[in-house]
């Protein structure tokens, strides 16, 4: 975990791969108690820590996660969030380039619950949700592709799933059809920049991710 951001009332983390935002089944000690700890041990708070969770990251996603550190913070991000207010962008490696170097997928989701799953569909059926997003090509290595995706809806895992609808699953995503994992069980898809007007005190505030270390994010000729 490294602080991208922080003031008086939000936290902005950057969010390795291997990290939970909350708890779960597993048990493992999630990115919330970490953040809670951090705030608890820099500003020797005693008793217990407030932070809210204002939206997550799957497990082996990467990026960017914000946190609220006041109530206030908390109650208008939950809106923010709600209300599409806060643009999130995001960086995926592909082995298939999309047949345009630029596009829009719309498609029609359902999330299979037992399965932990999304699936697409061309038209709308019945209990699916709209999806939308927007991707550009925008670095080659020597074996795969890198996309820029910005997310217009969000939905359950609809980047890895309207990706690989495409066939341009993501590098290690199992669940959606690449055929290998990577070694530390991440997948390559990486929440890069958040924007958002401040909860508060409404200045803007843009921020930037640090890649994953690793010659595979490092190794990209950008687009001109």
Known sequence: MTVVYEDNHIIVVNKTSSEIVQGDKTGDTPLSETVKQYIKEKYDKPGNVFLGVTHRLDRPVSGLVVFAKTS???????????????????????????????????????KNEKQNKSYAYDKEIKGSKKAVLHYRLIGHSQNYCLLEVDLKTGRHHQIRCQLAKIGCPIKGDLKYGFPRSNPDGSICLHARYIHFIHPVSKKEISLTAPLPEGNLWSGFDFEK
């Open 72 to 110: 206030k913070a908390l109650s208008r991000l939950n809106d923010m969030f709600r209300n599409n207010e806060v643009k999130k962008t995001y960086w995926a490696i592909v082995k298939n380039c999309p047949k345009e170097p630029e596009g829009e997928l719309v498609h029609y989701m359902i």
